[in-house]
């Protein structure tokens, strides 16, 4: 199976900057996108922002203009760059990849464990 590993998440001061990492590794074939989720308490979780494997980005429209997602396809490996934070960004995020789907390669997806960010006032 694919694994993928979060890391970077910390405690900020509104107003601040923390890039996250999220490292794939294990079975990886054909991946495609890679994203990001977050999750606050008492919410469901909601998807942040996603990168295709040809470099086409979305972003939710609570941290456009703020986040920043980036990858490189030769290291399996996607960054957010989370600028100006606020106290509602406050959550864990987890990362996300999918690939496959084609007549080569089975479909699959994976989760990261998340990691911990809180922004304080």
């Known amino acids: 199976q694919v694994r993928l590993v979060e890391s970077g998440g910390g405690l900020v001061q509104a107003g601040g900057s923390l890039r996250l990492s999220c490292a794939a590794s294990g079975s990886i074939f054909s991946m495609n996108a890679m994203a990001w989720y977050r999750q606050a308490p008492g919410k469901q979780r909601e998807l942040v922002a996603r990168i295709s494997n040809n470099g086409s980005t979305n972003y939710a429209d609570s941290v456009k203009g703020r986040f920043t997602i980036s990858r490189d396809n030769a290291k399996s490996t996607a960054w957010l760059q989370m600028d100006s934070l606020k106290p509602e960004d406050t959550a864990v995020y987890y990362c996300?990849?999918?690939?496959?789907?084609?007549?080569?390669?089975?479909?699959?997806?994976?989760w990261g464990q998340g990691t911990l960010v809180t922004v304080s006032s």
């Open positions: 996300n990849a999918d690939g496959g789907g084609s007549r080569w390669f089975p479909r699959w997806d994976a």
